[in-house]
């Protein structure tokens, strides 16, 4: 394996932590903040379309209607709202292993690999190292979930399913995980980029962040002993 000096390990360290630190400021500080105020917006919704409705009309056949309305938006935006949560949860593995495959091929002169797990196999033989199993599953997980979000049901979320079973509920069914009398099967996962089958929270996202950055410390840690 290519040697590599200490100023270009310095300089990707902080390369990489800048640009996954910054994904995910931009979906907590900026994009999730923007959807917010959905409770308002359905509000907003009933109270213009009860104004909009002509003289005469049934004020009941009105607020149902509104009603029915501000219920679809509700539902629509919140999906969105997960929706965005899902894509960055696919977005943060891919920046990963975009980042491992720049690494391989433009620092250690490596010749190119497809995929992250068949580089830090390279990396793991090259440096004899083995990773931590708490970074090895974490990044095994985030991959599946990524692989889930893009393709939805499959190999990689039956996988995922037994990996961790809670990505798949929805906010309301999470507390099934507190009654061991309840058994739960894997649910048909269609639509995870729209909101739908895969339920990640920000606690997951920043999770992975965690991850994603310590496994990448380890590895700087290892080249520079044998740079």
């Known amino acids: 394996m290519h040697k590599i000096s200490i100023f270009e390990i310095t300089h990707y360290r902080d390369r990489y932590t800048k640009q996954i630190n910054k994904l995910i400021e931009t979906l907590e500080g900026r994009l999730l903040p923007a959807l917010s ?13 009860e104004r909009g409705a002509p003289d005469g009309t049934d004020l009941l056949m009105i607020q149902e209607a509104a009603l029915n309305a501000s219920y679809e938006h509700f539902d629509l935006m919140s999906d969105v709202e997960q ?16 980042q491992l495959r720049m690494f391989h091929v433009r620092v250690l002169y490596e010749k190119p690999l ?27 997980e985030l991959r599946l979930l990524a692989n889930t979000i893009k393709h939805g049901d499959g190999d990689s979320a039956k996988s995922l399913f037994k990996m961790n079973p809670r990505l798949f509920r929805d906010i309301w ?38 991850n994603v950055l310590e496994t990448w410390s380890t590895y700087f840690d290892q080249f520079s002993r044998v740079g």
């Open 37 to 49: 105020n959905i409770d308002e917006e359905v509000d907003r919704t009933l109270s213009e379309l």
């Open 83 to 98: 929706a965005l949560i899902n894509m960055f949860g696919a977005a943060l593995y891919h920046l990963f292993e975009q």
């Open 114 to 140: 497809e995929y992250a797990p068949q580089i830090l196999t390279a990396w793991n033989d090259g440096l004899g190292i083995s990773m931590p199993d708490e970074q090895s599953e974490g990044i095994k």
């Open 173 to 210: 069914e999470k507390d099934v995980d507190d009654d061991p009398s309840i058994k739960v099967h894997k649910p048909e996962v269609y639509t995870p980029m729209f909101g739908q089958g895969i339920y990640i929270e920000m606690d997951d996202i920043r999770r992975y962040q965690k």
